[in-house]
């Protein structure tokens, strides 16, 4: 076994997915005061995301949790505000107050009634109409001036608990804790310790005990989400703020990982193949690191140790290499919840079929996330990323890393590239500017950061660019990049795209290509077709195109496909190239993942075959090869609710027997 390991360890919890600055002490904020960042309401009777009457907004630096735009009764609309991520091992801090009156037709239960829920299911697996997230919820009740209410208590929505080593089946269970009247403010803290011990403290006093959180096989709620787990414990989950019908504010919503190493992003797959591949992670603190590698398919395993020589933002890049082709393999890292990690090897040769899924242009929201759970259910091979994914708009290194770790945690695409291999590139928005060319200052710093977020094959040369290639089934893919040479290297009549560099490398890829189908693909579309005033398009850079025809000449390819992004508008064009090639070329234009439309990027082209401003969608492209020779690259324009909105074909006939 030959195993090549870049790995990047940070020394500081700070550098924590999704969080802020540190608020001191190890604590975490997972509120930034400013805004819902990181967080997404489930308002029963709505979908995951929707939150029509603002119950859930920020004020004077709160998170505020209201009626005031409700209209008729209550008529049970809990809120549940999820955090973004799962935790496992962590202590969660809140600051909260209850204050005015309950919403009319509120339960009464629910008079100054909140709480924080642990160990929730994945929101996107709750019902539209589902009252409470399946979790360990912390509850918060406010006393009425008189009699005693505590807080800080015990409730199992589709969940027992063991108390004493015996397990306890009651819904809810009374703290020890004295109540707390009137509007004041109240710390409550939970330690979670995944499935093992739970505590509760309520102004730093413990006033509550439990642990190993099980799901109630008999609760319609947890039952449906029982084919997604392997076991019916609950040893880790997302955290959520809950509203059941009295305002109540949190000023504080902090965490504090618990002692041991965790893994706080990823694992991510990439550069798979038939002998290796890649795997991103990221750590809370430094090492060693070190793993179990199983192949389960033959029933050996041995030890992976991590160094931990150099520091980059906790970043972990786990190259595998000399691996047995279409064989499962296991990770198990060491970490304190020992977390799992499975992929499976290409089939010897790359196979013979592969689906790979393109996009560019998406956001950390709903909208994105429907997408990759379409190109999940779609069985999608691959994934590539053609750029603005995500939007930085700055060369600053912080910001560069905070949003990479962001867009990694991002519903629907976290939980996509733990199956599916995922290999990107970069536009003008994640590089550092719209519509840059390579003479952007601080470029290094975005390639600094590009690299230590992505698993993906070796990309770039000699400190410069990130272009790269990959071959799955009969398909090899040259991802280009079209920002960091632009406008860097001749005269003004022939400024280049891709740089001296680039063109070489492409030559000599292209030149060792046996593939049947070469996919060239990148962020900036092939074209001059775009919205006026638009300057960073290959239209503008005509003799670069001229080197691209020349090249597909000289090397002798054919069957090519072209994919771009960039322009918030769907589109395939045909190139006339049939006098130089034998063919023409057809270029595929898919944008956006999210939902801002660009209606001006709809401008006229001679070889125009089809055009739609399509929020949410991608392109899906399948290849397949058989015995005789014959194959087939069929790529299909989808949106994130499984319709098919175009589709174009490449054909390669039977081989003629002599």
Not at 222 to 247: C, F, K, M, V, Y
Not at 365 to 386: C, I, K, N, Y
Not at 549 to 575: A, F, K, P, Y
Request: overall charge negative; aromatic content about 8%; hydrophobic content about 35%.
């Amino acid at each position: 076994m030959q195993i090549m390991i870049i790995c990047t360890i940070v020394a500081s919890l700070a550098c924590i997915a999704q969080s802020p600055p540190s608020a001191g002490d190890g604590w975490i904020p997972l509120f930034n005061g400013k805004d819902l960042d990181g967080w997404t309401p489930k308002l029963a009777g709505h979908e995951l995301g929707e939150d029509p009457m603002n119950t859930a907004a920020v004020e004077d630096g709160m998170i505020r949790i209201d009626y005031e735009d409700y209209e008729g009764d209550f008529d049970d609309r809990f809120l549940h505000l999820f955090h973004e991520i799962p935790w496992s091992r962590y202590r969660l801090r809140v600051e909260y107050r209850f204050h005015g009156d309950q919403a009319p037709g509120a339960p009464g239960w629910a008079w100054r009634n909140s709480g924080a829920m642990l160990h929730c299911q994945d929101p996107r697996t709750m019902g539209i109409d589902q009252p409470f997230p399946v979790c360990i919820e912390g509850q918060l009740l406010g006393g009425d001036g008189t009699g005693d209410r505590s807080t800080g208590n015990l409730c199992t929505p589709g969940t027992h608990v063991r108390i004493d080593d015996e397990l306890d089946r009651r819904h809810c269970i009374d703290s020890a804790s004295r109540t707390m009247h009137g509007d004041r403010w109240v710390t409550a803290e939970f330690e979670v310790d995944g499935d093992e011990r739970i505590r509760h403290f309520i102004e730093g006093e413990l006033v509550m005990e439990y642990g190993h959180p099980v799901l109630d096989v008999d609760s319609p709620d947890a039952a449906a989400i029982l084919p997604a787990n392997e076991s019916i414990t609950l040893d880790r989950g997302w955290i959520a703020l809950q509203g059941e019908g009295h305002p109540v504010d949190f000023r504080r919503v902090d965490i504090r990982p618990l002692d041991g190493l965790q893994i706080v992003g990823g694992p991510m797959l990439g550069d798979l193949r038939e002998d290796g591949a890649t795997v991103w992670l990221r750590f809370n603190e430094p090492g060693p690191v070190s793993c179990e590698i199983s192949d389960i398919d033959n029933g050996t395993d041995w030890d992976l140790e991590i160094p931990t020589e150099a520091v980059h933002d906790g970043s972990a890049k786990i190259t595998l290499g000399d691996l047995k082709p279409a064989t499962r393999y296991r990770l198990r890292f060491r970490d304190s919840a020992g977390t799992d990690f499975e992929f499976t090897t290409l089939p010897a040769g790359g196979g013979t079929s592969a689906r790979i899924a393109f996009g560019s242009c998406a956001k950390e929201q709903p909208g994105s996330a429907s997408v990759w759970r379409r190109m999940e259910a779609d069985g999608a091979t691959a994934l590539v990323l053609l750029g603005d994914t995500p939007y930085i708009d700055t060369t600053d290194l912080t910001v560069q890393r905070r949003r990479y770790r962001e867009f990694a945690a991002a519903d629907g695409y976290r939980q996509l590239v733990t199956k599916v291999p995922v290999y990107s590139t970069w536009d003008d928005h994640d590089i550092g500017r719209n519509d840059t060319d390579g003479n952007l200052d601080g470029k290094a710093n975005s390639r600094r950061a590009f690299l230590e977020h992505h698993p993906n094959p070796p990309s770039g040369e000699n400190g410069a660019g990130i272009y790269t290639s990959f071959r799955q089934g009969p398909a090899e893919v040259f991802i280009l990049d079209t920002r960091w040479f632009a406008a860097t290297e001749g005269g003004e009549d022939d400024p280049t795209l891709l740089g001296a560099a680039q063109w070489a490398w492409l030559e000599r890829g292209l030149q060792a290509s046996d593939a049947p189908f070469t996919i060239l693909c990148n962020g900036m579309v092939f074209n001059d077709a775009v919205r006026p005033g638009k300057t960073d398009c290959w239209g503008r850079y005509p003799k670069e195109y001229d080197r691209l025809i020349d090249l597909l000449e000289r090397t002798g390819t054919r069957n090519v496909l072209l994919v771009s992004g960039d322009v918030h508008w769907s589109r395939c064009i045909r190139h006339e190239a049939s006098e130089r090639l034998g063919y023409d070329l057809i270029e595929c234009v898919t944008s956006p993942i999210h939902e801002h439309l660009i209606k001006a990027a709809d401008a006229p082209h001679p070889g125009l075959r089809w055009s739609r401003g399509e929020i949410n969608s991608f392109l899906l492209v399948d290849v397949s090869t058989d015995d005789d020779g014959s194959g087939t690259l069929q790529a299909s324009f989808r949106n994130a609710s499984g319709e098919t909105l175009h589709t174009e074909t490449i054909a390669i006939p039977a081989a003629i027997s002599p």
